[in-house]
């Protein structure tokens, strides 16, 4: 999978554009899926698209500042996702369904204010405010959707208007709370930011569940990428995963859903996936916190306790390996860039391994356009690194993990496809001797990313030494595999 944006991406409508243009080259590396930004109507229309403030509105409507996103049109997006399908590849929609912002105009409703760090504690007695929580959707109307949003809709917001005082806001209303399956953090985590909306009412709950069956069917993608679910009740996100996999008129029953649980903790993923019901992924924060832990501190730290409180570790069906994302890049509210040095062995670790399904980070390979005077590089060879997985990343999984600064593993390759042999090494130079099998004796090996010089030839017993430079990784494959034509291209 491939995060098909990064925070800084260029906007003016030029995204999708760039997206159909790419597909080609994309699929001939080896992706295969496309997560793409949220590409529904946001409060502004240079906005990456978190602050949502039409579902329904996917560069269609004059609403917000234009008609389209800062992605582009609604014809351009059908088109990237049309030209990602013919190249094999499938999309998934970044679903934002905890908030909206960008409200058409404000309401008075009664509500109290809460302590920050403990959203259970009331801290002011109940009164009127000034919200804002009437959403008209006045430049489409009701087209694909009939329902006007009020603040019955939500349970909280943090601004009165009434008097411009910022605090976080509980809505009042008869059986109205927080919602209950949600992360425990500040004693009850429903609200994050904007009109946070109240997924047990009936509107609202069959509203989003009505747009996730029409917006699949659309655009034609895959699933969804579901943002910040730790403050949103998790029976609603059951109910709309089961919800769009059992209905017959979208005919998706094994509907990829990914959930954005962003915490370091192994123990909350685990409690979160088995109160679903229901197949589900979440992205794995602890790797990524174990990749930054390893980056920084180089030749100290011990490579064999990078899978350690890991989801791939303890349930690979549901973990979505990544390196860093749109919230950890550099300039981000979650900054925890991964090492620069130390991203051609993570992503080795996540691409060239057989569990879980990893996701390649857009600012990783074509490097970020922000934060302004801090742009990010690529990182090198990371095309040639996923065309490795895509090529011979197949086979049996023999592993050598046996020194805390250079670890090695083999995929001995199946019927159809050669394996390959993989050296890290996050301290000085290494080697590994390993056994690729006996059916490649005599064979030569070379590092197919160029960065080990020299030739290895595998012995009458199927073991061979192959080596890897300092801070380094090498994928040792037959140098006359098939494919070895094809790096170096990107």
């Known amino acids: 999978m491939l995060q098909a944006f990064e925070w800084y991406s260029e906007g003016e409508g030029t995204h999708w554009k760039k997206l159909t243009r790419l597909a080609p080259k994309l699929a001939d590396i080896g992706i295969s899926a496309l997560w793409i930004p949220p ?290 890049q550099v300039g981000q509210s979650l900054e925890s860039w991964v090492s620069p040095t130390f991203k051609p062995l993570a992503y080795a670790l996540i691409l060239l391994r057989p569990s879980g399904y990893p996701c390649v980070f857009w600012g990783d390979l074509y490097g970020t356009a922000g934060p302004e005077g801090n742009p990010q590089k690529p990182v090198s060879q990371l095309a040639d690194l996923i065309r490795a997985r895509k090529l011979y990343a197949y086979g049996e999984l023999r592993d050598y993990w046996d020194h805390m600064n250079c670890v090695g593993w083999v995929r001995t390759g199946d019927e159809k496809r050669p394996g390959c042999a993989v050296v890290l090494c996050n301290g000085g130079e290494g080697f590994k001797r390993m056994e690729v099998g006996k059916e490649h004796a005599n064979e030569t090996w070379t590092d197919l990313l160029g960065w080990y010089q020299g030739e290895v030839t595998i012995g009458e017993d199927g073991w061979a030494e192959f080596k890897c430079s300092a801070m380094s990784v090498s994928v040792w494959v037959k140098k006359d595999a098939n494919g070895r034509d094809e790096f170096g291209k990107a």
């Not at 709309?240 to 990829?256: C, G, L, Q, T």
């Open 39 to 328: 590409p529904t109507k946001a409060a502004g229309q240079n906005s990456v698209g978190y602050d949502v403030y039409d579902l329904y509105d996917l560069g269609e409507f004059d609403q917000k500042g234009g008609r389209r996103t800062k992605y582009g049109t609604k014809e351009e997006l059908m088109e990237a996702v049309k030209k990602a399908h013919e190249n094999g590849i499938v999309t998934y929609v970044d679903a934002v369904l905890n908030h909206r912002f960008g409200a058409d105009r404000p309401e008075t409703f009664g509500a109290v204010e809460v302590d920050e760090n403990d959203r259970t504690k009331e801290i002011s007695d109940l009164y009127d405010i000034k919200g804002w929580t009437g959403f008209d959707f006045a430049g489409r109307g009701d087209k694909y959707s009939a329902l006007k949003w009020n603040f019955n809709h939500f349970t909280g917001v943090d601004y009165n208007d009434e008097n411009q005082k910022k605090s976080i806001y509980r809505i009042h209303g008869d059986g109205k709370s927080w919602a209950k399956g949600v992360d425990k953090e500040n004693k009850n985590y429903d609200y994050l930011m904007g009109a946070d909306i109240d997924h047990k009412h009936p509107e609202a709950r069959e509203d989003i569940i009505q747009w996730g069956k029409w917006v699949l069917k659309e655009l034609g993608a895959a699933g969804f990428r579901f943002d910040a679910v730790k403050h949103i009740d998790r029976s609603f996100i059951a109910d709309f995963v089961k919800s769009i996999r059992a209905d017959e008129s979208v005919n998706k029953p094994k509907m990829f859903a990914v959930g954005e649980f962003w915490k370091d903790s192994i123990e909350d993923l685990e409690e979160y996936l088995d109160g679903l019901g229901t197949q589900f992924s979440v992205f794995d924060a602890p790797l990524h916190y174990n990749l930054k832990e390893a980056g920084d501190r180089g030749a100290e730290y011990d490579m064999r306790a990078i899978w350690d409180g890991t989801v791939v570790q303890k349930r690979p069906i549901d973990a979505v390996t990544l390196v860093d994302n749109h919230d950890t």
